[in-house]
């Protein structure tokens, strides 16, 4: 059965309780981290995941709220004798910044490193990015400050089906990644440019038909902007959660 581990749920200003926004999908033979916040590292010791077990890692955008981790976890892995290849994917834009800042530590000289593939997305509607036995994902743009990507995952043996809007303004990318499926994350950092509300969120939920929205990338700590779920309901009547740091799902 595969399983999806909140490593964060925060929007970019973390709180003790909540880290910045990123995941972990696991199926039989992939581990598939999106977005590379903070220490990711720490992260999946905390969430019981073995951080040497990560196949895969999906950036969705070049924000140090969902990049800022990467360095240190590939210099972590590299110190503690990881040698198996690692598949790094995102758009264009995206992983011409995050080679950029690995240059900028100069990790071509760090000795015996594994093996980095960086596998580039078109930035076209529903693009795949990745197909095996156990998922299929494609990503679609999304309206940010900067190239971003909203995500589809789609896992086979389950039959079942997932979203994740990531940073973005309610737009029609992601009506058609959400659509019909069983779980959509959505963010709820608030009706500003760039971001969407917890009833922006719950008007997607309902618009797609999903069968149950989970909001993440909200505000946390001193910046807690009232009951999230209360006002998703106002457009969805659906199941509505709101995601915390090492929630699991099981899929």
Not at 89 to 96: F, I, Q, R, V, W
Not at 128 to 146: G, Q, T, W
Not at 209 to 224: D, F, K, M, R, S
């Amino acid at each position: 059965m595969a399983k999806l581990t909140i490593l964060g749920s925060s929007n970019a200003i973390p709180s003790l309780e909540n880290e910045n926004t990123h995941m972990v999908l696991e199926t039989q033979s992939h581990t598939i981290l999106v977005d590379c916040a903070s220490n990711p590292l720490v992260r999946l010791q905390a969430a019981g995941i073995n951080f040497q077990s990560l196949t895969d890692i999906i950036l969705t955008h070049f924000h140090p709220d969902h990049v800022g981790g990467l360095p240190l976890l590939l210099m972590d892995m590299w110190l503690l004798g990881r040698t198996t290849p690692l598949n790094i994917y995102g758009l264009h834009y995206t992983l011409d910044r995050a080679e950029t800042m690995m240059g900028l530590y100069s990790w071509a000289d760090w000795p015996n490193f594994f093996q980095v593939n960086f596998c580039r997305i078109p930035a076209d509607p529903l693009a795949l990015v990745m197909d095996n036995p156990e998922v299929r994902i494609y990503a679609s743009p999304v309206k940010h400050f900067v190239p971003n990507i909203g995500l589809r995952f789609e896992l086979k043996p389950e039959d079942k089906s997932l979203a994740y809007s990531c940073d973005t303004e309610p737009c029609s990318a992601v009506f058609g990644i959400a659509q019909n499926t069983d779980f959509l994350f959505h963010e709820a950092s608030g009706d500003f440019t760039g971001h969407s509300s917890a009833a922006q969120a719950g008007d997607v939920a309902r618009t797609a038909n999903v069968g149950e929205l989970i909001l993440i990338h909200y505000p946390t700590g001193a910046l807690a902007s009232g009951d999230l779920p209360q006002q998703a309901a106002q457009k969805f009547s659906g199941p509505i959660r709101l995601a915390k740091d090492f929630m699991v799902f099981d899929l």
